[in-house]
C-alpha cells in the first residue's frame, strides 16, 4: 500500500512537472506570436505612411506641394470623423443589458442562496 502511494504521488509531480514544461512552451510559442503580430502592424503602418506619402506626391504633380498636402490631411480627417461617428453609434446602440436577463440572473443567485424558489417549491 505504501509503494502503491509513493508510485501515485511519484506520478503526480511528473506529471505536473511536464504539464508546466508544456506550458512554458506554449506561453514562449504564444509570446513569439504576439511579438509577430505587433511587428505586422506596425510594419503595415510604416506602409500606410508612405502610401499617404505617394499620394501626396502624386497630387503634387499638378498643384503645390504644400496644396497637395493639405488635400490628403482634409481626407484623412474626414475618414477619422466618419470612422468617429460611425464608432459612437456602434457604442451607444449597445445599450444596457436586457432587464429579463439580469432579473434571471437575480432570481438565481436567491435560488442558490435560500435553496427554493419564490413561490415555494425546492
Known amino acids: 500500500m505504501t509503494q502503491a502511494m ?16 508544456d506550458l512554458a512552451t506554449t506561453g514562449k510559442r504564444v509570446g513569439l506570436g504576439a511579438g509577430l503580430f ?5 510594419l503595415a503602418l ?3 505612411g508612405a502610401l499617404i506619402a505617394a499620394a501626396i ?5 499638378g498643384l503645390e506641394p504644400w496644396i497637395a ?4 490631411a482634409v481626407v484623412l480627417f474626414a475618414a477619422a470623423g466618419v470612422a468617429a461617428l460611425v464608432g459612437k453609434g456602434s457604442i ?24 427554493t424558489d419564490h413561490d415555494g417549491t425546492s
Open 38 to 42: 505587433g511587428l505586422a502592424g506596425t
Open 92 to 115: 451607444s446602440t449597445a445599450g444596457d443589458p436586457p432587464a429579463a436577463r439580469v432579473e434571471s440572473v437575480k432570481a438565481d443567485i436567491d435560488t442558490a442562496k435560500h435553496g
Open 6 to 21: 509513493e508510485d501515485i504521488s511519484t506520478l503526480i509531480r511528473d506529471e505536473l512537472a511536464m504539464a508546466k514544461q
Open 46 to 48: 510604416y506602409g500606410l
Open 69 to 72: 498636402a493639405a488635400i490628403v
Open 57 to 61: 506626391l502624386g497630387i503634387a504633380e
